[in-house]
């Protein structure tokens, strides 16, 4: 990444003809109980190696509030002596978004020297292999299912068509088996050769699409939008990052850094936090106490949160928490620091998926009877799902989705694991 790392639709509705994709582009996400998506907007450093949690801490003085980090990979340059999970733990209680980086097989015809390629006959499984080992250095640091973690592939030559296959079937295999994992599938690549043949093949079925796209041009512009050869209608709904500066030292809080500058509005890291109770209570299969009880905990027990939701008013707060066994407990009885709301940085709870239709209305209820608002989702777009509930069946399903901007999608558009019924662990609405 640097030196070492260095149809017939109904227009606005979404209720086609056509079935839903199963597979490639659209492959869908196997959360388990202790996922959750986090989504971070605004600018991110990416240093070569982790620096100290005294660095870190020194820049809070800084407008980044995201690092990358370098968690593995065949071809990962740079030693990394801090980046434990102790490390990631300390410096994500400060408020910091992690970026996990995986620099893995390169193109047969990249243009770095001295990489480990991938071989053209078998691509497919050396990215299979890859996001396996992705997953595994990430589950090893803390990093919980429903995190992104993005692939870097470095600039290769565009014009060699084999080369060009070899990437993409790499890459498809990178985000298949990410995604069966439950994790999301992200990609940084050079905007004139990885990006631009992502780009390419947006939409065909040959491959699987990622979820997210980093992309690396220099020109010191931080705008989301207006990529060349990317339409901005692909990666459209928190998916997008850009790296617009390379290489330079800056200095807040007193520490200089070697770093690159980046923007982002893509799914990051998702980590849990550690709180205690002030008091004895009960976990709950969903967020409310009529659901059935899983669990007493007793008083000053530690409790692993790794995201918030709304829930029925206990005290003075309809904050519930979700705790990394699936369960849930009221945020009124645990030492978190809002009594009222959430408390960052613990996210929102969030289950994205692509989206399998173009144009997809986001309504303002959960059925074609609502209105719709005036931007429909495009193909590929990640719905950002809170909570799911019945209202008019469309297609084979009477799901609908709730998404983190309060709007409704049909749940028949969106590649989750069931297009007749509700997808765990997604929580009712």
């Given amino acids: 990444m640097r030196r070492v790392l260095v149809l017939l639709l109904c227009v606005g509705f979404g209720l086609g003809m056509t079935e839903p994709a199963a597979a490639e582009p659209a492959t869908p996400v196997g959360y388990p109980a202790s996922a959750t998506a986090t989504r971070y907007t605004g600018l991110a450093l990416d240093a070569c ?88 250095k990430a589950a090893a640091l803390g990093l919980l299912p429903g995190s992104a973690i993005y692939g870097d592939m470095e600039h290769y030559t565009v014009s060699d068509a084999t080369c060009r296959a070899t ?51 220099w020109d010191l512009s931080s705008t989301l939008t207006g990529w060349p050869l990317i339409s901005n209608r692909y990666w459209s709904a928190g998916q997008r990052a850009k790296q617009y500066r390379g290489d330079h030292d800056e200095t807040h809080g007193g520490v200089t850094l070697n770093i690159d500058n980046d923007r982002f509005d893509a799914p990051v890291a998702s980590v849990w936090y550690t709180y205690t109770l002030r008091t004895s209570v009960h976990t709950y299969s969903g967020p409310s106490t009529a659901y059935p009880i899983r669990a007493t905990l007793a008083q000053n027990s530690g409790i692993r949160i790794v995201c918030q939701t709304y829930g029925p008013k206990i005290g003075t707060t309809t904050v519930w928490n979700k705790l990394i066994d699936g ?14 709301g959430y408390s960052p940085p613990i996210p929102g709870c969030s289950y994205p998926y692509q989206t399998t239709t173009d144009n997809l209305s986001r309504r303002r209820g959960p059925g074609t009877a609502y209105s719709a608002y005036p931007s429909p989702l495009p193909i590929g777009s990640l719905a950002w799902i809170t909570c799911q509930r019945a209202g008019t069946t469309v297609g084979t399903t009477p799901v609908w989705n709730r998404l983190t901007d309060s709007s409704w999608v049909t749940d028949y558009y969106v590649a989750n694991p069931s297009n007749t019924t509700y997808s765990a662990p997604i929580r009712r609405c």
Avoid: F
């Fill in 49 to 136: 190696t982790a620096p100290t949690v005294a660095q870190m801490s020194a820049w809070l003085a800084s407008p980044y509030r995201a690092v990358g980090i370098y968690i593995g990979g065949v071809n990962r340059g740079c030693a990394q002596p801090q980046l434990t999970a102790s490390w990631v733990s300390s410096v994500t209680r400060m408020g910091w978004r992690l970026i996990p980086v995986y620099m893995g097989y390169q193109a047969p015809c990249t243009t770095r020297p001295n990489a480990v390629k991938m071989t053209v006959p078998s691509a497919a499984t050396q990215g299979t292999a890859q996001a396996a080992d992705a997953v595994a």
């Fill in 167 to 217: 990437v993409l079937r790499y890459l498809s295999s990178w985000t298949k088996e990410l995604h069966r994992r439950g994790y999301l599938s992200a990609v940084y690549a050079h905007q004139d050769s990885g990006a631009r043949h992502l780009a390419e093949v947006y939409n065909s079925t040959a491959y699987a699409r990622p979820d997210a796209l980093w992309i690396a041009r």
């Fill in 327 to 340: 369960t849930y407990v009221t945020d009124y009885y645990a030492r978190t620091p809002n009594k009222t």
